[in-house]
């Protein structure tokens, strides 16, 4: 398995580009829930007109789901993404906008795609045009708790759920088709694999640094090594909803 500073110094080292989290690659399992949201949303973008995906990282998903090429528009808040995105969808006709508001029009597409990313029911709602579908998949705010508690490290508490979300939507005039949530799985098979997850997920321990954590990390390196592969629950809820065609309601079409 190797020892702990070896462990620990080859994960600080890793370059991190993109949403990528290969490098965990059987070090770490991620339990998937029950829905396929690659599937969904591939099901979806056939028959969608314009489609824009919220936070789309480096661009990693999108890219698989071959989406139409000159009608999608991909939003990305994090600056260091912005190119890496822009390098792998723009050969597929994807336009990539390095932002953090929704800079678009009323009613612009007829898909809104969302998976982890920024939540913002009422400027979904705007965006989507009428007869429109959102689907997002969410990390809440139970999502990998016991690696905080393991750590020492605080727990910031949120309270993101499902019920908050759909409740956002509902709120914004949007109806819910489908909703579900679910804790599955991730277990760490070395404390490398603990050490790249927190550094790609900075917001799980915002203070997080090796010099930090030493002793924490040591004593969990220990428990693995003693116990076996260390598994902590994500937290995971996903939403459909659409935007009715008020027009057709109000003329009885």
Known sequence: MG?????????AAVPLHGWDFGWLAGRAVTAEPSWRYPDLALGLLRDADRVLDIDTGGGELLATLSPP????WAAESWPPNVSVASRRLAPLGVTVVGTEELPFPDREFSLVLNRHGRFDAAGIARVLAFGGTVLTQQVGSD???DLNHALGAPVTDRHWNLDVATEALAAAGLEILDAKEEWPLLTFHDIGAVVYQLRMVPWQVPDFSVPRYDQALRRLHSRIEADGPFAVRTHRFLIRAWKRDERSSATGG
């Open 143 to 145: 999502d990998c708790v």
């Open 3 to 11: 020892d702990y500073d070896s462990l620990v110094s080859a994960a």
């Open 69 to 72: 090429a000159g009608r999608t």
